[in-house]
């Protein structure tokens, strides 16, 4: 296939760049600025809705992974309304360019993420479940209604709600285990909170299955089939580790230091199943911690 990638920058992205090629995909990014001789990219600027029409021409598929890092500051009101306009206004300036072409791609997978949910305790959650409540919850619903352009021009569209990525280097996993590799690690709250996770591999390898499956539609969850209380993750990864992880972490300190980010983040539980990936098949290579750790992780 001929596809076009925005956030190859990015953890998944990058990787997902080099998995396309390595299985003879043509990838052409998506980006704000070229670095360097970079011959295989169209420019964009989503702040300024300025995207050239002409050049989204010919792809068979587009995946759109970019957005503002939701943890990278603290949440001020003009951080929050980063967060939602990076998702939700490029989103929809990219479904309605593609939507305006005499030949649109046939698929549009486009990101979205498991905290569509909201915080919902020990409930079972899959592709049928209601939207929650709070921030995250909102910026995810308004980001998949961003892709009607698309769908409504007959646009395959696939809305990947993803977990926690586990990968050996960036992302989540290094700030979550720093305590724990320390000494210093234990349950954050009150530990009884549900994480959902996935691998960098299995990420990208949902996303390539979901690529070749055009009886896929709608929201995907992209997440292990076992999710872990932090209490149960913390000490399954200070037993790999051969660290103690005895010093708890109450959720007002983490309040204090993050606000409502440590809410929305850390405290929130989200129990969530891939219903959508277990029904068409896909072979998870790391369906619980005790595959994933040793892939991610070294003692």
């Known amino acids: 296939m001929r ?6 920058r990015g953890l998944i992205g990058s990787a997902l760049a080099a998995h396309l090629q390595n299985e003879s995909h043509e990838v052409v990014r998506l980006v704000r600025t070229k670095k360097g001789n970079d011959l295989v990219s169209i420019l964009w600027n989503p702040e300024g809705g300025a995207i050239d029409k002409t050049s989204l021409a010919g792809f068979d598929a ?43 791609p046939r698929t549009l997978i486009c990101a979205s993420a498991i905290g569509f949910y909201g915080d919902r305790g020990n409930e079972i959650l899959t592709e049928t479940s209601p939207p929650g409540d709070g921030f995250l919850a909102e910026v995810c619903r308004e980001w998949e209604e961003a892709t009607a352009p ?8 696939v809305n990947l709600r993803t977990g926690v990525v586990f990968a050996s280097e960036g992302g989540a996993l290094e700030k979550m285990i720093k305590p724990i590799r320390l000494g210093l690690g ?9 994480l959902s996770w996935i ?4 990420e990208i390898g949902a996303i390539d299955h979901l690529l070749s499956r055009e009886q896929i539609t709608g929201p995907v969850n992209l997440v292990s089939p076992q999710p872990v209380t932090n209490a149960e993750f913390t000490r399954k990864v200070a037993a790999f580790l051969n660290r103690r992880a005895f010093i708890p972490l109450p959720a007002f300190i983490l309040r ?16 969530v199943q891939p219903a959508v990936l277990l029904s068409t098949d896909y072979q998870f290579k ?3 911690l005790e595959t ?8």
């Open 3 to 8: 596809v076009l990638l925005s956030g190859a």
């Open 62 to 104: 587009v995946i759109h992974l970019a957005g503002e890092n939701i943890a990278a500051r603290r949440w001020s009101p003009e951080q929050k309304a980063r967060i939602r306009d990076s998702r939700v206004n490029n989103t929809r300036l990219l479904s309605r360019t593609l939507a305006q072409l005499e030949n649109p």
């Open 150 to 157: 698309a769908a409504d021009k007959g646009i395959r569209v």
């Open 186 to 194: 234990g349950k954050l709250g009150s530990g009884r909170q549900y």
């Open 199 to 202: 691998t960098l591999e299995d």
């Open 256 to 271: 204090l230091a993050a606000g409502e980010m440590a809410d929305a983040l850390v405290l929130a539980s989200e129990r």
């Open 286 to 288: 790391h369906p619980d």
């Open 292 to 299: 994933a750790l040793p892939a991610v992780l070294t003692p």
